[in-house]
């Protein structure tokens, strides 16, 4: 039956490529499209007016500015979620101390604290930065709270109302919602990587360190990898979005004085607030290529021979 | 295996030609779905209902049987109000249908289908997801409600709706010339606001000017209680009371002057010394402490806990904070201090205008029941019920007569009083949403009020966000007329 595989095989291609096709390219190329009009978002006529969206794009100084926040996330976020994320699921399986018996284990109670790790991660990210907005209050908020009861009353910061800690504050409360997931992946990936290697390991005299990064973190590259590109998208994306909206100053977030403005946020004011859904589509445009050109750099960076095992 | 001919022949079968246009079909008809839900379509507006007949009962000849399509912003305010007014328009035109739609997303919900050309009939645009209304009128998507205002009113034949409004609400709803483009149900009184029973305790009285404003501030700070605090997270509040001051001081022409985004406006000496005036409250620590980081109820809230003798709102702020408010908090409001006896303006000059603004979209099939809906909403029964359910003033002048009124709102209808004709009105943020919320307020007035920026400063960067406005040609510009 060799001579219908073909059809066999287009025949099961056919729908998904087309539901792909409709709802994933065809928008795509329709916002680029749109980007070249002067379309308000609130009525149906529009003219086409070629590239003075991108001019004016360029033009724009808090373009730049969302650019850059979105830029940091996208580099600072996935280093710090990755790089805690490998240190906890390390410690929960392989780190513990040696019991008898056993070659490698984690640290005592990993099983409860891989369930408190990714606790955050049912909670919706609305409700998160909901949490964290009471969290931040200068005023009654946790935070300053508690730095009141350890007796550094002196130390009050206006958290969320400061440019110069509003966006870490941003990065803080992203990093809190997502490591637990990351945790949980690479558990799942450490647990695939044969214990016969930790156990040489150990009989070399190896200790956790070295343990780390010559066997856990080689065989588990491709993981980490992903991990990667999936959390850039994030920062770059909806939770950053969500987290900028909800928690931060100013009408629609983005504040104090433009601290924490990133690109889907502007994006968003511009489509919803500003009534100008042209220009919302050419800073989309952008934020597709800058999605684009970090997947593109972290798979570059990334390539490693694939060990076999 | 056996063969059709559609294997076998060169041609198209007729097995493949029903497959493929069946194919062709499945792909088509979502992707035209798709393509008229996004900005391709074409809505000509064609599917309005047919005119009633004019009469005196119905001035707008309405049709009697077409249904209405109303959309309304679930606040605040509540939606009550909205449904004792429908049951009116119900009573008048039995026939007709209304389909009344509360939310509180109205972008979301609106927008689409302003795109598709089948908006509401009746729309209150309001909120934190509201529709920027310069946007709309620059779109031409508004009815002109002249025919509205031009009709005889509910209570007297005799009178036109354009009568029994208090003054500003017509001119607020004017854009560019004579066409009226929204008409803006709520009046709301905008000041400075104040626990009288607070005041009391301290033995002040409220300061006309602002050495006064210093001494009581002054005077709470020895007592632990701050002289201000504000939302700090929407900064824009605070033109509620710093705007009318800076009329009072400088004259109405100066406001005048901001909103018409003239070259140098923000340079005027009357702004830079209301500027000053306000920074020295944060630099002799008179805000609440952590004030910039709190958000509108945040704020509301010490301020209603008494950490806090001052707060920069509007007279919403009586139902909003009503939950926190102790029961002898002995709410009121007072017209913003000025500087001293050489200002322009008398004591009392205040900002009071439209809020929750009622529009009727120009595609929309039955204006003349959106209209109609709106005058029912005006009449003096309508409007007395708003007041009395949601303690805040109507458009409509007058309809306070035994109601009892809240202590805010008593106070409102007092101040309202002193100012007489002193009531200016700043547009900006109905004019340009984005310079005066997120440039203006936040990145400007909010970063000196935090004390990061000095008022010299400040204004130089308000006076650049204000010709980038000016110059940008996304943006439809308005003058005062």
Known sequence: ??????????????????????????????????????????????????????????????????????????????????????????????????????????????????????????????????????????????????????????????????????????????????????????????????????????????????????????????TVQSGWIYMGILALGAESFAVVQIMTVGPNGGGPDYSTVVLPLYVYQKAFRDGQAAYATTIGVALLLVTLAFAAVVMKLGRRERLEF | MGSTSAQTNEGLGRRDLIKRSAAIGLISVPTMGFLSACASSSGDGNGKVEKGTKSDKNPLGVNESAPLDFVLFDGGFGQQYAKDAIKVYETNYPKAKVKFTPTQKITTELQPRFNGGNPPDLIDNSGAEQMDMGVLVGQKQLTDLTALLDAASVDDPNKKVRDTLRPGIIEMGQFDGAPVWVLYYAYTVYGVWYSQKLLDSLDAKYPETWDEMLAVCEKAKKKGIAGWTYAGKHPYYLPFSLYPMIGKVGGREVLDAIDNLEPKAWEHPAVKTCFEAYYELQRKGYILKGTPGLDHIQSQTAWTEGKALFIPNGSWVENEAAKTMPADFDLAVSAPSGIDASDKMPFGTMWASGGEPFIVPAKAANPEGGMEQLRIMLSEASSKNFTQSVKSLSAFNGGTDGIELTPGLKSGVAALEKAGQNVVNPRLQDWYVALQKEKIGVAGIGEMMAGRATPAETIKKIQKFADEAAKDSSIKHYKHQ
């Open chain 1, 1 to 222: 039956m060799q001579h219908g595989k073909y059809r066999f095989i287009v025949g099961f291609l056919a729908a998904p490529l087309a539901l792909y096709a409709l709802f994933v390219i065809w928008p795509f190329i329709q916002s680029i499209y749109y980007s070249l009009t002067d379309w308000s978002g609130l009525s149906p006529e529009f003219g086409f007016v070629g590239f003075d969206n991108y001019s004016r794009m360029l033009d724009d100084e808090i373009f730049w500015k969302s650019l850059q926040h979105s830029l940091t996330l996208a580099v600072v976020l996935p280093l710090v979620t990755v790089g805690l994320a490998l240190f906890f699921a390390f410690m929960l399986n392989v780190g513990g101390r040696r019991r008898r018996g056993a070659a490698i284990a984690g640290v005592r109670g990993s099983a409860f604290y891989k369930i408190v790790y990714f606790f955050p991660q049912v909670l919706s990210i609305a409700i998160v930065a909901l949490l964290f907005q009471f969290a931040y209050n200068p005023n009654s908020g946790a935070i300053n709270s508690a730095l009141k009861l350890v007796g550094l009353g002196s130390i009050q910061p206006d958290w969320l109302g400061d440019p110069k800690l509003a966006l870490i504050c941003v990065m803080a409360v992203l990093v809190w919602s997502t490591v637990g997931f990351f945790v949980v992946l690479f558990s799942a990936g450490m647990a695939s990587i044969p214990r016969d290697f930790y156990e040489a390991a150990l009989l070399d005299g190896a200790n956790r360190f070295t343990t780390f990064f010559k066997i856990t973190l080689p065989l588990l590259w491709d």
